[in-house]
């Protein structure tokens, strides 16, 4: 019953059925009864429903039979058209059936047909990308038979220059019994060489038989100088032979030359400043070029790039003095030094004369003493002309003379005699 509300309460104006509305008389009817004894209110509610059912029913009857009649009417017609409808649905069905299988045929079809629109399309461009390499083909050919012709030309013109430039012997010339299997760029490279030689024919002017000639001379001069420098070739080798035997010797001499030397440069080294010693040693030094990168400092297959250049290095030994460096010494012990080196070369080979300027100028009294002693000692192999003021080194002199300026600006020599400068020097 409570469905059946909710259905009649979904839609209001729906048909109810009379048996269900019977039911829900005899219902009623029963839960009044069997509510006798409960409250007052929940039975007036039931009355109330009982008495409305009793009214529905007093007014509307039961239903008769035409209407029901009309109901079975309505419900065959509306079979019958059902059926009609069934019908029409499958003949409709049948014919979408068809028309789908149509399609479906037609689909295909077409497919088909695109296939071979795009086989024909294929075979088209074919034919076009042929007839496209057949064109080149051909333009190559005629761009061949141009270039060949031009060739042709080109022969004929070079055979007329050469002809006037060589002269008649040209035309005897004959074509190669077996032609070589060049690729044309060789030939051309071959073509520019007779170009380039052609261009200097004409330069050098003349006929054929004058350039002949010319060529005759050439060749005979070039003959004679490559005599020449054969013989020029030699002579450098024994003036090599010559050069390294004076090498050996000076070499020699040289050797001999330093340790006189080193002799007497000790003996004066140790008159000078009262003992010690000293002496010259030879030492190499490579002379390369400093480079960052390596492969700069060699020649093309002769090895670095060094000269060993000698030099000559002063060792001394001054008595109670731990110094062995030239640069150690103080301005005066560097003169001595330099002096006692200069006396010992000329005790080796005594040169006619020497001169000295001013070399006792940075002595003091003790070591110019021991200058005017080694003065007179060399004094004896060569003749000194000495410039000093130094009065020790006047002492010891057998000629004076002496450099004055007046008040015009005028030197003047002066000879003042040797008894006289002595006293004045002392």
Request: no cysteine; glycine share 6%; net charge negative.
């Amino acid at each position: 019953m409570k469905r059946r509300a909710a259905a009649v309460a979904r839609e209001p104006y729906a048909k109810v059925p009379r048996e269900e509305l019977e039911a829900l008389h005899i219902e009623v009817e029963r839960q009044a009864e069997s509510a006798g004894n409960s409250n007052d209110a929940m039975r007036a509610a039931l009355d109330a429903i009982r008495n409305a059912v009793k009214f529905f029913f007093t007014r509307y009857g039961s239903p008769s039979d035409e209407r029901f009649t009309e109901e079975e009417d309505a419900a065959f017609k509306l079979e019958t058209q059902r059926t009609e409808l069934a019908e029409k649905y499958a003949k409709v069905s049948a014919a979408l059936e068809k028309a789908e299988h149509a399609r479906a045929r037609a689909r295909e079809a077409m497919v088909a047909l695109e296939e071979t629109g795009r086989e024909v399309r294929r075979r088209i461009l074919g034919f076009a990308q042929a007839k496209s390499h057949e064109e080149g083909e051909v333009a190559k050919s005629e761009a061949r038979e141009y270039e060949l012709k031009l060739s042709a030309e080109n022969l004929e013109r070079d055979k007329a220059e050469t002809l006037a430039l060589a002269g008649t012997a040209v035309i005897s010339y004959e074509p190669l019994a077996h032609m070589p299997n060049e690729e044309r760029k060789v030939q051309e490279g071959r073509r520019h060489t007779l170009e380039r030689m052609k261009i200097r024919l004409e330069e050098a002017g003349g006929t054929g038989e004058e350039i002949r000639h010319e060529h005759k001379e050439v060749s005979e001069r070039e003959a004679f100088l490559a005599k020449e420098l054969d013989d020029l070739a030699k002579s450098a080798s024994g003036l090599g032979a010559l050069i390294d035997d004076l090498d050996t010797e000076l070499q020699k001499h040289f050797s001999e030359g330093l340790a006189k030397v080193n002799a007497s440069f000790g003996e004066y080294f140790a008159l000078m400043f009262g003992g010690g010693g000293a002496k010259l040693t030879l030492e190499v030094e490579d002379d390369v070029e400093e480079s960052e990168d390596p492969e700069k400092s060699y020649d093309e297959g002769m090895g670095p790039k060094a000269e060993e250049r000698p030099g000559i290095e002063i060792a001394v030994n001054l008595p109670k003095k731990k110094i062995r460096s030239l640069m150690q010494l103080s301005g005066g012990e560097r003169a001595l030094t330099s002096i006692a080196l200069i006396f010992a070369m000329s005790q080796v080979n005594p040169p006619p004369f020497l001169i000295l300027d001013e070399t006792d100028a940075a002595l003091d009294e003790a070591n110019s003493r021991r200058y005017g002693d080694m003065i007179e000692n060399l004094a004896k192999k060569s003749q000194l002309i000495v410039i000093t003021h130094n009065r020790e080194t006047m002492s010891r002199t057998s000629i004076l003379y002496g450099v004055t300026m007046g008040g015009d600006g005028v030197s003047k020599l002066l000879s003042v005699k040797f008894e006289e400068a002595v006293a004045v020097a002392k």
